[in-house]
């Protein structure tokens, strides 16, 4: 499924893309990006066209940490009035939720969760763009962001227990210390960050409670008409629930407070089932899981919600063709 992005994701790009030698008004029409949205914060462009692009300046640049880069000047400010409603809640934890909560109405491919383990909050990253190239350059953009925001909010002082990425590590990691300091983890099982419940419960002392009631208006009025369909909630909720090993079309109907029938008449409205959602999140997830060889095949299956391997190997003939061994013993195709 095709997905849009805020202009606003591109901010530093241009400056980024000259600093290593790149024509970044030239990539963006070699993409089909118009010139504008370096300069418009609000259109919305596509986010495979988003995601190519980044890739393509990485590699034609030479800096693998080039969406990392991007994401090291931004601001609360480029949230919008997402921004000044975060800045404005009483604890760092209902800021987070906040991001959280409407995260997916900035990016539509990006999934925002939060888990709590014991004395940590894990604040879990996930893209689903629809296709199986790489997607280390947004990725590392969004946590990128992600922390940024969250320092802005606690002081610079802060630092998160961990950051964590799923992909492996650069070469030169001097990027990754410089923004992050020396908490990273590459080849991870996901990509996010760890903090310290004691933060994220910590009082707000500049909280503003009659200006966030305005930035809630703000926000509520800058997504009027904006609701997400209920693919994209289903969509959402999949990535979230497929790993636990219970996605359902019941949990998915408790989660949104419906009835299982309701879902299914409100999908069929848009021309899906639960199940062709179910398979289009695996099939993505699953190119993007076996192009990582440290993974076992058995690690992909429990990911991709199966109980046994068998059932993931059976699947994944039915979906492609192949046997997923055959598949990684060929290697990912060449994707831009």
């Given at each position: 499924?095709?997905?849009l992005v ?33 300069r418009?914060q ?21 800096v ?13 400010s ?8 975060m ?22 491919a990006?999934?925002l ?57 650069p ?51 800058d997504?009027?008409?904006?609701a ?11 990535v ?40 289009g ?22 990911l ?7 059932g ?20 990912p195709?060449?994707?831009?």
């Amino acid at each position: 499924m095709p997905g849009l992005v805020r202009s606003a994701s591109l901010t530093n790009y241009a400056d980024v893309a000259v600093k290593v030698g790149l024509d970044p008004y030239r990539l963006l029409s070699e993409f089909g990006l118009p010139q504008r949205c370096l300069r418009e914060q609000e259109l919305k462009v596509p986010i495979d066209a988003v995601r190519c692009l980044l890739e393509a300046s990485a590699e034609r640049g030479g800096v693998e940490a080039f969406g990392l880069l991007m994401a090291e000047t931004r601001r609360l400010s480029n949230l919008g009035p997402l921004g000044l409603l975060m800045r404005e809640q009483p604890t760092l934890r209902l800021a987070v939720e906040a991001l959280a909560r409407y995260a997916n109405r900035l990016n539509e491919a990006l999934f925002l969760t939060i888990e709590d383990a014991g004395d940590v909050v894990v604040l879990r990253e996930e893209l689903v763009v629809g296709g199986s190239g790489s997607v280390r350059q947004s990725t590392e953009l969004a946590i990128g962001v992600a922390f940024r925001v969250l320092k802005t909010l606690l002081g610079p002082e802060w630092k998160p227990r961990r950051v964590c990425f799923a992909h492996d590590a650069p070469a030169d990691r001097s990027v990754h210390a410089r923004v992050f300091g020396r908490i990273v983890e590459f080849g991870h099982d996901f990509n996010g960050i760890v903090c310290a419940r004691k933060d994220l419960e910590a009082p707000n002392p500049n909280a503003d409670p009659m200006m966030a009631r305005y930035a809630q208006g703000l926000v509520e009025a800058d997504y009027a008409g904006k609701a997400q369909d209920i693919t994209s909630q289903v969509r959402q909720l999949v990535v979230t629930l497929l790993s636990t090993g219970n996605c359902t079309i019941d949990l998915a109907a408790q989660h949104l407070g419906v009835t299982r029938r309701t879902i299914h008449r409100h999908l069929s409205e848009e021309g899906k089932t639960f199940s062709e959602i179910v398979d289009g999140v695996r099939r993505e997830l699953a190119a993007r899981y076996l192009a990582d060889k440290r993974r076992t095949l058995a690690e992909v299956s429990s990911l991709l919600g199966f109980s046994a391997p068998s059932g993931f190997s059976r699947w994944y003939r039915r979906q492609f063709g192949e046997a997923a061994s055959e598949k990684r013993a060929l290697g990912p195709r060449r994707n831009r």
